[in-house]
DNA sequence: ATACAGTGAGAATGTTCCTTCTCACACTCG
DNA sequence: CGAGTGTGAGAAGGAACATTCTCACTGTAT
């Protein structure tokens, strides 16, 4: 039918992403060239470009999914963590810690992709948006679950939260913004638990 | 002595200024040009160079300029808000609000702009950090004064949660998150001021 | 009045990309 | 085997932009 030469248009597809997600999340949009991508991929450019006729559709198809990865990778993360008895809630912050500790941390790609503007459009700002929704869903889904009496912003200050830390730890390239997010959270939960 | 032909160097500078500030912050530092300052300015592509050797310079100025006149209105802002009777700490959202509810509002042009890898480097990120690093400090001073028993994480803490706020307003376009940050916050001074 | 120093306007330079195109080759299908 | 399609490698086209340079002018100081 259309058996591909080198590579089958899965393998580009996926080793395309690979590599962007790599490139994209850490050095940013802007400093990354197509060309980049072509020698961390191993995809000719001639391939790329069939595959994403241009840089925002790469770029759209990157962040949709870095979505799908990430929201799954903390799903995991957060279970995990609360498995141990931990509250769920507050097991995202120990879920997020070994993420900021990895060398490769460099904030959320999410929110470091919006600050670019010449490189994002509204499709990419939508994107964002519904990473960012999905997140404080997940959130309001574990409080429903374990925290019935809590009241209805708990989600999304939590979510703020989160991201003020995803922030301040890139900024100060340390986790003890993340310390005190997590003592913060802690009160914030046992206050409402009652 | 060396008086200037059009227009003064102090005034250069200041015009300068202002319109780096309306631009970069408006639209992203990598979404400017030199030309885009000059022709909002008024300051000459030449007398650009003279005053900022490279754009990088004129970045860095920017920031330091930016650093100096948002923590001026924030103090201010903060203590105006607090004068009515209003803990100092819960004010600073007070304060924001304004700025986040403003048309030109896009964010926290510190936090925007370290994501913008290829126009920063260490210089700016040094800048950055010390502009949130002296917002902490500005609110441990609030919460020495006004919250003595209050543990020593608080000031960070309320520094995560404005960031959070930053970013979620920025990305959903709505003051929904800051009104959460500020019912976190709220809860949080109630409970470690005993 | 004249030489000079700084300036504006904007052209010229050199670089960095995104995107497309060329050419030769490999593999499929008849 | 022979035509045709898809591909890799990399050159070529074109646009955008930081930075520098040219040229003519203005105001100052001797």
Same mark, same amino acid.
């Given at each position: 039918?259309?058996?591909?030469?080198?590579?089958?248009?899965?393998? !580009?597809?996926?080793?395309?992403?690979?590599?962007?997600?790599?490139?994209?999340?850490?050095?940013?949009?802007?400093?990354?060239?197509?060309?980049?991508?072509?020698?961390?991929?191993?995809?000719?450019?001639?391939?790329?470009?069939?595959?994403?006729?241009?840089?925002?559709?790469?770029?759209?198809?990157?962040?949709?999914?870095?979505?799908?990865?990430?929201?799954?990778?903390?799903?995991?993360?957060? !279970?995990?963590?609360?498995?141990?008895?931990?509250?769920?809630?507050?097991?995202?912050?120990?879920?997020?810690?070994?993420?900021?500790?990895?060398?490769?941390?460099?904030?959320?790609?999410?929110?470091?992709?919006?600050?670019?503007?010449?490189?994002?459009?509204?499709?990419?700002?939508?994107?964002?948006?519904?990473?960012?929704?999905?997140?404080?869903?997940?959130?309001?889904?574990?409080?429903?679950?374990?925290?019935?009496?809590?009241?209805?912003?708990?989600?999304?200050?939590?979510?703020?939260?989160?991201?003020?830390?995803?922030?301040?730890?890139?900024?100060?390239?340390?986790?003890?913004?993340?310390?005190?997010?997590?003592?913060?959270?802690?009160?914030?939960?046992?206050?409402?638990?009652?």
């Amino acid at each position: 039918m259309s058996p591909a030469a080198t590579m089958t248009v899965d393998d !580009a597809q996926q080793r395309v992403l690979a590599s962007a997600d790599e490139l994209f999340y850490g050095r940013g949009i802007a400093a990354v060239t197509m060309s980049d991508v072509r020698d961390r991929s191993g995809v000719s450019l001639r391939r790329l470009y069939s595959l994403y006729p241009s840089k925002k559709d790469l770029v759209a198809a990157w962040l949709s999914d870095r979505h799908d990865t990430w929201m799954s990778w903390f799903t995991a993360s957060v !279970a995990r963590h609360a498995s141990t008895g931990t509250d769920a809630l507050l097991a995202t912050f120990d879920a997020v810690e070994e993420w900021i500790n990895s060398p490769v941390y460099r904030g959320c790609g999410f929110i470091n992709s919006i600050a670019e503007t010449s490189e994002i459009d509204d499709r990419h700002r939508t994107i964002i948006a519904s990473h960012k929704r999905d997140l404080i869903n997940h959130l309001a889904a574990l409080a429903t679950r374990d925290h019935p009496a809590s009241p209805a912003w708990l989600p999304q200050a939590i979510a703020v939260i989160l991201d003020g830390a995803f922030v301040q730890c890139a900024i100060f390239n340390s986790t003890e913004p993340l310390r005190a997010a997590k003592l913060a959270a802690q009160q914030l939960l046992e206050t409402t638990k009652a």
